[in-house]
C-alpha cells in the first residue's frame, strides 16, 4: 500500500516522502504535471545505474532532454573532485535553474547529489529515488548533504529534495549486506524514536518486513528533522551512534552502516555511564543477532581520537555525544574523556 510522509519548515512542506512499489522509473512521479523543466540531470552510482537510466529513459521518452552522470562507487563519489567533474556536465548539459537534478542511488551518490543540487547555480531542485535500505530510511531524507575532507561529512550545505521516492521493489531486490547496513539506520531511528521497531528487530532480525521497517524508520527521521530542520537541538538525536561511528568508518574502512553499528555499542556504553541508560546489552545482542559488528579491535586509539575531535558535533565545551536515557529517550549531552575512554574500551579500542 502506498504510503506517504512529509518532511516541514515551519509548516511549509519542504519534502514529499512516497513509499511504493515500482515507482524509480515513474516519469510523471519525477516530473509531475504542472511542473515545467526542459533538462533532467540524472545521477546515479555503479549499483544503481540500471534503475537510473531506466528512468531517465522514461524521462526522455515524456519529451525532456535527459542526461545521466554515473559517479565513483561508494564513499570516493563524496569527494570536490567528483563535484567538480559534475558541475562541468552540468554546464555541457545547459541545466538551468528551472530544471532538476535528480539522484539515484544509494546514501552516498544521494549526499553528493544533494551538494551538487544545492551549490550549482546556487540550488536547483532536487528530486531522491534512494536505491538502498540505508539512503531509503535515512540518507535521501532531511535535506542534509555532504562531501569528505579527511573526516566525513565535513563540507556540506542544508538542501531539502522536493520529492523522494522509495520503491519497495527496488529494496525487495537488495542483497542482504545492504539490508543489514539499513538496518543499522533503521535500528537507530527505533531506539531514538520507536521502541516498536526495536522489538520488531528482536523478534524476527532482518526477517523484518521492508514495508514496515521503512514505514516506521521514515516516521521517526521526518517527525525529527521537521521539529528542527536545521539542527539546532533535537535533529542531533539523528546522530546516535556517529561521533564514534564516522571515526571507525574512516579509520577501519568499514561500510556507514556497519561503523554506525560499532558507534551504538560505544554510545550504548556512554548512556550506562552517563544517563543511565540499563539496557545497553541488550542493544549489544540485538546488533550482533543482525550480524552487524559490534567492535572495532586493532585500530589505533589516537587515530580514533583524533577523527572524534574533528566530527561537527562539538563546540566550545568540548565533545557533545547523544545518549540514551531509555530506548526511545535520547538527550544530547557533553562528555568528559572518560566517558569517551569507556565508550572506545567497550568496542575494543584502549
Ligand atoms: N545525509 C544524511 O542524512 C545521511 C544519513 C545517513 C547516511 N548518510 C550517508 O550515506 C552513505 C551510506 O549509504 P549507503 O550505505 O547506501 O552507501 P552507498 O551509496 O555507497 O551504497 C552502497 C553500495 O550499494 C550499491 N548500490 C546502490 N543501489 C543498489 C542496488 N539497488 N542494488 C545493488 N547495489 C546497489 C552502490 O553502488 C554501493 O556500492 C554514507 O556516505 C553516509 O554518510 C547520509
Ligand atoms: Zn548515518
Given at each position: 500500500m502506498a504510503r506517504r510522509h512529509l518532511i516541514t519548515d515551519a509548516g511549509t512542506v519542504v519534502t514529499e516522502i512516497l513509499v511504493d512499489g515500482g515507482i524509480a522509473a515513474d516519469p510523471s512521479l519525477v516530473l509531475?504535471?504542472?511542473?515545467?523543466?526542459r533538462r533532467v540531470a540524472v545521477l546515479t552510482q555503479p549499483g544503481s545505474h540500471p534503475i537510473g537510466t531506466a528512468l531517465a529513459a522514461a524521462l526522455a521518452g515524456a519529451g525532456t532532454e535527459t542526461a545521466v552522470e554515473t559517479l565513483p562507487d561508494g564513499e570516493a563519489a563524496k569527494s570536490l573532485a567528483a563535484v567538480e567533474r559534475v558541475y562541468r556536465s552540468l554546464n555541457t548539459l545547459g541545466l538551468t535553474r528551472h530544471d532538476l537534478i535528480v539522484g539515484v542511488g544509494g546514501g552516498a551518490l544521494t549526499d553528493v547529489a544533494g551538494f551538487v543540487a544545492g551549490t550549482y547555480l546556487r540550488g536547483v531542485d532536487l528530486v531522491l529515488v534512494p536505491t538502498t535500505l540505508l539512503g531509503a530510511v535515512d540518507?535521501?531524507?532531511?535535506?542534509k548533504t555532504a562531501v569528505n575532507v579527511?573526516?566525513?561529512?565535513l563540507a556540506g550545505v542544508f538542501h531539502h529534495p522536493r520529492r523522494v521516492l522509495v520503491d519497495l521493489d527496488v529494496l525487495d531486490r537488495l542483497p542482504v549486506t545492504l539490508i543489514r547496513h539499513g538496518a543499522a539506520e533503521a535500528l537507530k531511528a527505533g531506539l531514538v524514536g520507536d521502541p516498536e521497531l526495536v522489538d520488531r528487530y528482536e523478534a524476527v532480525g532482518l526477517a523484518a518486513p521492508l514495508e514496515e521497517v521503512v514505514d516506521r524508520a521514515i516516521a521517526v527521521k521526518a517527525a525529527v528533522v521537521s521539529a528542527d530542520p536545521g539542527e539546532r537541538?533535537?535533529?542531533?538525536?539523528?546522530?546516535?551512534?556517529?561521533?564514534v561511528g564516522h571515526a571507525v568508518e574512516v579509520a577501519a574502512g568499514l561500510g556507514h552502516g556497519e561503523a554506525v553499528a560499532v558507534g551504538m555499542v560505544a554510545a550504548g556504553a556512554a548512556s550506562a555511564m552517563m544517563a543511565g541508560f540499563a539496557e545497553a546489552d541488550r542493544v549489544v545482542d540485538l546488533i550482533g543477532s543482525l550480524g552487524l559488528p559490534v567492535a572495532a579491535p586493532g585500530l589505533d586509539p589516537g587515530e580514533v581520537r583524533r577523527l572524534i575531535a574533528l566530527d561537527k558535533k562539538r563546540d566550545a565545551s568540548g565533545l557533545r555525544m547523544t545518549l540514551l536515557r531509555a530506548v526511545g529517550d535520547p538527550v544530547v549531552t557533553a562528555v568528559d574523556p572518560a566517558t569517551v575512554d569507556a565508550a572506545l574500551a567497550a568496542i575494543g579500542i584502549a
Open positions: 509531475p504535471a504542472g511542473e515545467e523543466r540518507a535521501a531524507i532531511g535535506g579527511d573526516g566525513k561529512n537541538g533535537t535533529r542531533a538525536w539523528l546522530n546516535y551512534g556517529h561521533t
